[in-house]
């Protein structure tokens, strides 16, 4: 066997500090070749999709990885003062939404630099908070996270997620509120799913997978959900199963009992678009049976709300941009729908109903819109934001009279308001305190022609007066997929960025959900191409606009933004100084054959369909990386316990690209432990991989003075 902590000879670069050039563990190659469609492709890295953790011989290859590049890290002249930086600027509290369950109000503050935000209970919005849960006390190292929470109906109880080392896997347990004790109920196996309580406290409705096998926790498929009724006091061995599909395994379901507890309603799901079939039962009558209300998987259905057989949904039906409709299930055939709020020319977001109002957000641009409408949809009013940023929020019951949501914009931290439904009026509750200067800095919003004329818009955001002469070091960042939109939000890591001369660029691509379902899917499948064809465009953009020339230019994404940053630095590596792909899909061939990967066949299509497959050959990172091309210097970054995007994508990337680099940039991996997709990471995790990402980044811009 390979020793693979051993340094061997490989494609030398000379660093910064020292002459001798950096070698890189050499990587074991297998005879490993698969056919697809006629078309052989060789996968010598195949033995990198190993779990780590089980496997010494992947352990040894990644210890090895971690040496070269924190030895290189660790002589960064700005890693120590950008993690001091960082430090001072993190250390500001934070606050989550606030909601009102039962007579109690909760909300989750960070006092700076604490691993985990803390759960507090008032009992009235002045009085004084107390600890309802603290996840910091759950794991010394701050590794074990709060994953999701569901009040009872009357606010006494509360069932609760936790998750280990950022992994996707969930256990559930139940608090007594007002007691503040943990009860003996405690789920496992539950993977992408809330908790649904019914109103009379008894138990609630949930999802979960059974047991695999050890060896395939972090990167079996996950198949045959199953949607459980887990009655309180009982072991989960009763828990009650409620619907299957074993003709179907790759559904998932959701189950939400509605306000007023007459109906389970049952969202079905087969990929990551927003395409559902609806199901319901009713749980007034005895033994009654679960009924079809859509049956099948073209349009979106989210469940609102509803009024007694009525039952609201924003969909896409006939509205790409969607609308709001009624659905009676005493009438329920489409030709008795009801639309309430019509598609506007801004895309429908979400939609809250809260005090018999409809709270929709609307995204303009990618920037925050709120209006509110009567039940029968009627126009009522605007709720008045600060400026151009992001607001999210405005959840609550019928009988409320007062919602609450959260405002942010790249220099604005974040702030907490209360909504009063009678007045209209927003009442400023928590403004989280940074220290630095907002005036300092500026947002503007700019729009570019795509390579095919399509106009897409971009936020800018620098400090004042800056100088465009090329020099700016840039971090251009994007995402692009799964009708996911970036919309303006505040960042310490982004302002530290910015506090040294950087330009801060956020590219709104296609792919994502910022006008709506159309621009979703001009960027998926066979048009995945457009994506990539956005964000090289937004960088020709800084380019010839003289924010920054391309040895000037980083480029940031993560997941599906880390696949855009290894598609474009592929496509195009002379036009970028830096690459910052973090728990990237690298590897298109054979993402869907590993945990939750089967999911975004929807956006990405399939190596398995014939079709498809030639799209995905030619953009997918591992595949075409060519040998004695000189790349630009890159950071990939991932976690041993990512079972959202396996790490052996970036593993196999890592490994073809240090083989094929031709250039003296340097191309390393830094491998994160006890950490997964991002989702629960201490704040500690935080502030060091960002100081690295910065300090590696402005070293090789040559910006780092």
């Known amino acids: 066997m390979i020793l693979l902590a051993a340094l061997a000879a490989a494609l030398p670069f000379l660093t910064f500090a020292e002459e001798s050039p950096l070698t890189y563990p050499v990587t074991k190659r297998i005879n490993q070749t698969d056919d697809f469609h006629g078309i052989k492709v060789a996968d010598p890295f195949r033995w990198l999709e190993t779990d780590v953790r089980e496997s010494p011989e992947g352990a040894e290859w990644v210890a090895a990885q971690n040496k070269i590049t924190f030895a290189y890290l660790e002589k960064l002249p700005l890693r120590l003062p950008l993690r001091e930086r960082l430090t001072e600027l993190w250390n500001y509290e934070r606050y989550g939404t606030p909601s009102k369950h039962g007579t109690r109000y909760v909300f989750s503050k960070n006092n700076g630099l604490q691993n985990q935000a803390v759960v507090y209970i008032q009992d009235s919005l002045s009085a004084e908070p107390r600890v309802l849960l603290d996840p910091n ?22 069932a609760y997620g936790v998750a280990a080392s950022g992994s996707d896997w969930t256990d559930w347990k139940v608090l007594d509120v007002e007691g503040n004790k943990l009860l003996g109920d405690e789920l496992h196996w539950v993977k992408f799913s809330g908790a649904s309580w019914t109103p009379d406290n008894a ?35 009763d828990d009650r199963l409620i619907y299957e599909r074993s003709d179907e395994p790759s559904w998932t379901f959701h189950g939400n009992v509605t306000e007023d507890g007459r109906y389970l309603v049952i969202t079905i799901s087969k990929g990551t678009d927003d395409k559902y079939q609806i199901y319901y039962q009713d749980l007034k009558e005895p033994q009654s049976k ?60 979400s939609v809250g109903l809260v005090g018999n109002q409809f709270f929709a957000e609307y995204l303009h641009d990618a920037q925050t819109q709120v209006k509110v409408h009567a039940l029968d949809g009627k126009f009522l009013r605007d709720v008045a934001l600060p400026g151009i940023g992001s607001a999210g929020g405005f959840g609550g019951r019928r009988d409320h009279t007062e919602t609450f949501y959260a405002y942010s914009s790249f220099i604005t931290p974040g702030s907490t308001y209360r909504y009063d439904l009678a007045t209209g009026k927003s009442e400023l509750l928590r403004q989280s305190q940074v220290k630095f200067n907002a005036a300092d800095y500026e947002t503007k919003q ?21 100088k465009l002469d090329g020099n700016n070091p840039t971090l251009l960042y994007g995402y692009g997929g799964f009708s996911i939109p970036l919309t303006p939000g505040f960042s310490v890591g982004r302002l530290v960025w910015m506090e040294r001369g950087g330009v801060l660029a956020v590219a709104n691509l296609r792919g994502g959900g910022e006008y709506g379902e159309e621009w979703h899917k001009a960027g998926t499948k066979l048009k995945k191409q457009n994506v990539f064809d956005d964000f090289i465009a937004a960088a020709e953009w800084l380019r010839d606009n003289n924010y920054a020339r391309s040895d000037k230019l980083a480029i940031q994404g993560g997941s599906n933004g880390g696949l855009l940053v290894g598609a474009v630095m592929t496509q195009r590596p002379e036009l970028f100084g830096c690459c910052l792909p973090a728990v990237g899909v690298m590897d298109m061939l054979r993402f869907h054959k590993f945990t939750a990967g089967r999911f975004w066949v929807d956006d990405y299509g399939s190596a398995d369909n014939a079709d498809e497959f030639p799209a995905l050959f030619k953009y997918s990172p591992l595949h075409n990386i060519k040998p004695g091309t000189k790349y630009p210097a890159t950071l990939i970054t991932t976690a041993d316990t990512d079972d959202r995007v396996v790490p052996g994508h970036s593993f196999k990337f890592a490994a073809a690209l240090q083989a094929a680099q031709a250039g003296p940039a340097p191309i390393l991996i830094r491998i994160e432990t006890k950490a997964g997709h991002g989702a629960g990471k201490p704040t500690s995790k935080m502030i060091e991989e960002t100081a690295d990402q910065w300090a590696f980044a402005l070293q090789v811009l040559n910006a780092d003075k």
Do not use: C
């Open 137 to 158: 006390a759950w794991s010394k190292d701050g590794t074990v996270a709060l994953s999701g929470v569901s009040f009872s109906d009357d606010g006494k109880l509360l």
């Open 203 to 237: 138990g609630f409705y949930y999802g979960r997978y059974a047991k695999p096998p050890a060896e395939q926790k972090f990167t079996g498929l996950n198949l045959n959900h199953k949607l459980y009724y887990h009655k309180l006091g009982m072991p989960q061995s």
């Open 290 to 349: 679960i009924q079809p209300l859509i049956v099948n998987f073209e349009h979106e259905y989210s469940l609102i709300g509803n009024d007694g057989s009525v039952l609201y949904f924003k969909t896409d039906n006939a509205a790409p941009r969607k609308r709001v409709i009624a659905i009676d299930l005493t009438k329920p055939e489409p030709a008795h729908w009801r639309e309430l709020i019509p598609q506007s020319a801004d895309t429908l977001d």
């Open 446 to 466: 700019v729009f570019y022609n795509s390579k095919d004329g399509t106009r897409v818009p971009m936020f800018l955001t620098y400090k004042n007066g800056i």
